[in-house]
């Protein structure tokens, strides 16, 4: 094993909104993501890219492809063939069509034969509002310096948004199956946008993004039998938050996971306008409710001191009926659901503040009943980021060589 790169340095693969690093903080402590935008040199207007596949209707089929030079005009830009798609995915909870936006990102120069592998990455909690999608941004969001790492190991990238995150329509926060397919459906759209990239893949992700990379793998051999995925790598994975509710029955929430449920309860109730958010909301989170699921830059501010004023039983459910319904959607939408497609790999750590342990575990254990290999690293003094990458990028990497891989089941 290669000496360990430090987790800050390498930034690093793990894509998220729950990582030490500014850009990688749950929505409620975000700082100011889209800060450095500012710094940016002024760059032309993208352009639409004429060589991109534009035909077809089914998944992964592409509606636009545009340049993107607000991207290749960073520093950290340089040496990168950027395009922002929107394309055709589905809805995990109904399979109705729906439309996503993304990233796709390549190293520049002569493609490998067989053309460049791809990397999906799952990004972590960004926001659940339609400007929240990292391709909207110059720096993805500040998640640029991640991608530049996953390229300059000779890989291409697929960023997807996830469904509401970019485009119009209503991000269902936690729902992996989604996030998932909407992964699996921007390898897809880098296919189509440049031809040069592999069918092998594999999914990356932490937080929110690691239970999509998870969910990705679950449903790839049914969903996209035409791609190769090689493995998952789930970083302290939301596979299972559905014990939140608890929590919040008996006042024992985290202080960081009290965000996390107000923008699990907000985006129920885009989802179900039947849903009275009014039945899980008091105090501090009554008065800072609007303030707590804004992601702009302006409001980084006032997003951490709104979250500093909620308090551990500001979302307790008013009856066992309003509890067990808030349960019973969050469990709709826990993995693992169906056996795996290819090997996983999970990372999680005992002292994690967001996800608590025990939860992860139980997944893990649900995950091998169902079949599959899974390659699992606890760390009873982890808390959401683990202290290097190492380990995963060269776990990763076997998989693409088709190296043997250690079942943990």
């Not at 996953?150 to 936690?174: E, F, M, R, T």
């Not at 397919?181 to 932490?206: C, E, K, P, Y």
């Not at 970083?235 to 509710?245: F, K, T």
Request: glycine share 12%.
């Amino acid at each position: 094993m290669r000496k360990a790169l430090p987790w800050i340095v390498v930034a690093v693969l793990v894509v998220g909104g729950l990582t030490a690093a500014t850009y990688l903080r749950p929505l409620a402590l975000i700082g100011t993501s889209k800060v450095l935008d500012m710094f940016i040199p002024l760059s032309g207007a993208p352009e639409p890219i004429g060589s991109a596949d534009l035909a077809g209707s089914g998944p992964g089929s592409l509606l636009s492809a545009t340049t993107m030079p607000g991207v290749t005009s960073t520093f950290t830009g340089q040496g990168i063939r950027a395009a922002r798609v929107v394309y055709h995915s589905t809805s995990g909870d109904t399979g109705a069509p729906t439309v996503v936006s993304g990233a796709v990102l390549t190293p520049l120069g002569q493609a490998p034969k067989g053309g460049w592998p791809v990397v999906a990455l799952g990004h972590g909690t960004l926001g659940i509002d339609n400007n929240c999608g990292p391709s909207l941004s110059p720096t993805l969001m500040n998640l640029l310096p991640i991608a530049k790492v996953v390229i300059n190991l000779g890989y291409a990238v697929a960023l997807a948004d996830y469904q509401g995150l970019g485009v119009k329509g209503v991000h269902p926060y936690s729902d992996a199956r989604t996030a998932g397919l909407n992964m699996i459906d921007a390898v897809r759209a880098a296919r189509h946008v440049f031809g040069d990239i592999s069918t092998t893949w594999a999914a990356f992700g932490d937080s929110q993004g690691g239970a999509a990379a998870w969910a990705a793998d679950e449903q790839a051999e049914p969903y996209a039998p035409e791609l190769n995925l090689v493995g998952a790598v789930a970083v302290a994975p939301a596979a299972d938050i559905s014990g939140l509710v608890a929590k919040s029955q008996t006042g024992t929430l985290t202080s960081e996971q009290r965000p996390v449920l107000q923008a699990l309860i907000e985006s129920l109730a885009r989802l179900h306008p039947d849903l009275n958010r009014d039945e899980y909301r008091h105090g501090g989170a009554s008065r800072y409710w609007n303030v707590l699921t804004d992601c702009s830059a302006g409001a980084a501010y006032k997003r951490a001191v709104a979250a500093g004023q909620l308090g551990p039983r500001d979302f307790l459910p008013v009856s066992p009926d309003a509890a067990q319904r808030l349960q019973n959607l969050l469990q709709a939408w826990a993995i693992p659901q169906r056996r795996l497609t290819a090997p996983l790999y999970v990372w999680y750590g005992g002292q994690d503040p967001f996800i608590d342990s025990v939860w992860t575990k139980a997944a893990i254990g649900r995950a091998c009943s169902l079949g599959g290999t899974v390659t699992t690293e606890f760390d009873p003094k982890g808390g959401h980021n683990p202290p290097a990458a190492q380990e995963m990028l060269d776990w990763m990497a076997d998989r693409f060589a088709g190296k043997k891989v250690t079942n943990d089941c």
